[in-house]
């Protein structure tokens, strides 16, 4: 399995060109087919080929950085939709993906910063650059500028990934009762957000609500689409069996997390599927890591923590 790639829609039917149009959007409904049904390479080659037949096609570009993020090839992804950008300098959705992929492949964050600005300058309400510039302001400790952008963004755009990113914020400052809060309004406006359900499952499992924190784990596992995702969902759901004893089911779950895990790969599980940064909330990890020790007691399962590397 690769990194989750970008979740922007390709507008296929919007499509055209002067010369070649009918072809060049044939190749892309074909290379839309082998993506779903996981032929990435070959879908690929089917976009390049598309893009010898217009090369202006910002579609093509757009969808062919997603298959390069899928793929885990970073640098060539951000080329690609630095493409888009250069093709619709208006198009504050091409800035906000452009910065995304920037913050994956590790640009430098002024380049990052000034993606995300130039959506916003665009679209002010566009909810993928506050993000964004929120997970900046964090890298640099500014939590109360981070908190700040996102509850302002929150006052005319109620979109429940931006509750979800301001709970996180609060979780990793300890403020638990306003994470639960802000995790409670994200569900209220969308019952399917499954990062919601997990980050209300820790805060339940904290407070040893142990039934509804089983409960929001297995309902995360079941509502995230992207698998690249689920390892953290994965992660804590086992470290929940394993405290209350469940070591069968509890070593069950913890080997998937590894899986998923190792097909992710550590660079693009940290940052693509917006998990926090590893360098950022180190201290963070170090705690969830002596949490994980502490509830694998059983020798098979103490042997799957050593693999997570928090």
Known sequence: ??????????????????????????????????????????????????????????????????????????????????????????????WANLGYIQSVAGSKRLDIEKSYQTALRLEPDNVKAVKGLAELKQMRSDYAGAEKLLLAALETAKAPSLYVSLASLYEDLGRDGAAKKAYKAALKLEASAGLAHLGLGRLQHKDGKLRASEKSYRKAIELVPEECERFDIHKWLGIFLAARGANEEASEVLTRAVQLRREAGRLPCSLIMNLPDETLYLETRRKEAASFAEACREPTLRKLVITFDF
Not at 49 to 54: G, K, T
Not at 58 to 79: C, I, K, P, V
Request: glycine content about 8%; proline content about 4%; some cysteine.
């Open 1 to 94: 399995m690769k990194p989750c790639v970008l979740r922007s829609a390709v507008l296929l039917i919007a499509f055209s060109a002067p010369a070649g149009a009918g072809e060049g959007l044939e190749h892309l409904l074909e290379a839309q087919q082998l993506s779903a049904a996981g032929q990435h390479h070959a879908a690929v080659a089917r976009v390049r080929e598309a893009l010898r037949l217009d090369p202006s096609s910002g579609e093509a570009h757009h969808f062919l950085g997603q298959l390069l993020a899928s793929l885990g090839d970073m640098a060539a992804a951000r080329q690609s939709f630095a493409e888009v950008v250069r093709l619709t300098p208006t198009s504050a959705h091409a």
